[in-house]
């Protein structure tokens, strides 16, 4: 019979046997289990902490399993795993006794292997309990070091290296592997922020206001998603770069816009919210599905001024005339280096040919969507990626061989005072690194018509 700890782990190991061989999206794989488990509130934050922290941490519980297993390549993916989750717990989770820890992976062993594998996984275990775990400063390459240290690919670390240098790139890499505070947008059109932050408080919610946007808060303390006000929508869970996005469209009431890679919608609505729904929105998206989503969330906000549909927003221009727009939102597919803390498996699964194909398809939106934005319109390019090539280097290009377009550069004056002196700041845009804000990372930038008329060529 288990008991109730080991069906958790258990459920934790199958869960990151999924992700972590088959490639699942960790949030959805996690969300599908725990519908079905049938287990506590508390046992549920557990488990989910569980995966996500061996995730974020797989390449180092790796280096330390291979250190201690003679054979690590012969072993099974179970046991591989098992080994993950247990040394996570023991390494990173002051909470659970390592006895306790090795007892359960013990048992968990017996159940789904034989003795054999009960005593490697015994012997492994109570070895590091008894001697500590080795000391990765003795890893000599300094790319190498940091990768395990911090867990992120070789690839990906050198990448970084050479376009950021290597301050940025530890602190980045560090932060990646820290908690990420939570963040909310409140609905104005429902409830006044200093209102929220009072009934939160009321109830020992801690918030604080944001620096990026006047509907953002920052949770300190306090479940906010446990409480009546998430049920009635009066807020949105939403990062803060996300945030900053539509806070740099320079919005006006009664616009035409244009969002033209919008689902889920976190985007959307904020710019529905700042216009206080009043004007025309388009949010459209490849995935029929996913299009769905944007509409849902905007009847849940109860706002009324988005059409959404099905579209590639490369072949837009079958659908709206030439200068239809005063604003074009492109948040574009992107790699998702930005937001690793949040998605832990997008830096084991993501390959730097990706960034290449990823870069020509923006290129390619970009060129599609511009001559839809009216000639005094203002277009605005986002990622939630750090990586140059899909950023600053696409921008760049693109405005080479688009020479009637330049950055418009009072965005950079309505920076908000935080980020006036980033050290992401270049001609081409900004790009905010997970250690600026502790938020995600991401890159924005504006782009406009540019008169040419007085330019010989
Ligand atoms: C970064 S996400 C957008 C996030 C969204 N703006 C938000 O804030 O919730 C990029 C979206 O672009 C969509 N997409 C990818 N290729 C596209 C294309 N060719 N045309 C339109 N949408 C596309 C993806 O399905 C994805 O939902």
Redesign the pocket.
Known sequence: MKNENQRLRDIALDILLTIGESGGFSHLVIDQKLKKSQLELRDKALLTELVYGTMQHKLTLQYYTNYFVKKPEKMKNWVKWLFYLSIYQMEYLEKIPDHAIIHESVEIAKNRGHKGIANLVNGVLRTIQRNGLPDLNNITDLIERLSIQTSHPYWLVKRWFLQFGEEITREMCETNTAHKQMSIRVQPLKIRRDELMKQLENDGIHTKTSPISDQGMIIEEGNVLNHETFQQHFFTVQDES?MLVAELMDIKQGMTIL??????????THIAEKMQDNGEIYA????EK?AKLVAKKAKELDLTCIQVGQ????KLQETHSKETFDRILV????SGLGVLRSKPDIRYNKKEEDIHQLAR?QKD?LTHVLPLLKKDGKLVYST?TVDKEENEQMIQSFLDENPEYKIDSSFFEELPEVLKSAKGRTQFGIQIFPQDLDSDGFFITRIMYQDNSNVSR
Do not use: E, F, Q, V
Not at 259 to 268: F, H, I, L, V, Y
């Open positions: 996300s969002d033209s890679c919008s689902a889920p919608g976190g985007k959307t459209y998206d490849l995935h996913k579209k590639d927003a490369r948040d574009a597919p992107c398809i939106i939630c």
